[in-house]
């Protein structure tokens, strides 16, 4: 089956410093990959879809400059959380699929990241 | 903006208890999907449905969709301490790209 792989599963930075999390799809060429956030004790909420060799669509409210997305490769994409401030502080999960649409209900195992 | 409500929000309940919690929507979904997350941890699949009035049996737990495809269900028989965590529904409009319930924090207690 699918299998979507993130790195770190956790970080620890400080304020104003940036921070990047990968998320892999292991046994599956992943044309698309969505980021997600959740807060402590809350659901998920989409931030950004991203597209093997384009550029990510972000979500209403989502900061394009602030959380980079690159998606280079067909298996890898990553978000990047520039100059982080304590309200980042947050659980971040991607989720990715074929072209087709396979392996849509598999996500990472999330990456806690800590601003402090 | 589509929005998912789950119901209840939380819910403590004894070991042996039956319990439904609800996802429902203004909006129609092409197909509509069930997670459990653990503290720390992706959500992690647990049905799948797809067509109006569907109803999908997964050992305790039974899934149904409504007739409209606008909401769901979900019913643990029997509920046991390893049922704990947040139940997440989530719906795709068509294009993958999944709108996720407002969740349902259970706890089992033995």
């Known amino acids: 089956g699918a299998v979507v792989s993130q790195h770190p599963s956790w970080v620890i930075c400080k304020s104003g410093t940036s921070v990047k999390i990968e998320c892999r799809s292991l046994?599956?060429?992943?044309?698309?990959m969505f980021w997600y956030r959740q807060f402590p004790k809350q659901s998920l909420m989409l931030m950004a879809t991203s597209n093997e060799g384009s550029k990510a669509t972000y979500e209403q409210g989502v900061e394009k400059d602030k959380f980079l997305i690159n998606h280079a490769s067909l298996t890898l994409s990553t978000l990047t959380v520039t100059s982080a401030h304590p309200e980042d502080s947050s659980f971040y999960i991607c989720?990715?699929?074929?072209?087709?649409?396979?392996?849509?209900?598999?996500f990472g195992s999330g990456t806690r990241l800590t601003v402090v | 903006t589509q929005l998912l409500e789950q119901s209840p929000q939380f819910l403590s309940i004894q070991e042996g208890e039956n319990l439904t919690v609800y996802c429902n929507s203004s909006?129609?979904?092409?197909?509509l999907q069930w997670y459990r997350q653990e503290p720390g941890e992706g959500p992690v699949l647990l049905v799948t449905v797809v067509t109006g009035g569907e109803v999908k049996k997964l050992k305790r737990l039974t899934f149904q969709f409504g007739d409209a495809r606008k909401d769901s269900s979900l019913h643990i028989t029997a509920a046991q301490p390893g049922d704990t965590g947040l139940y997440l529904c989530a719906g795709d409009s068509g294009t993958y790209k999944y709108i996720f319930g407002t969740g349902t924090r259970l706890k089992v207690l033995a």
């Open positions: 046994d599956f060429q992943a044309t698309t």
């Open positions: 989720s990715a699929i074929t072209s087709t649409g396979q392996g849509f209900e598999t």
């Open positions: 909006s129609v979904f092409s197909s």
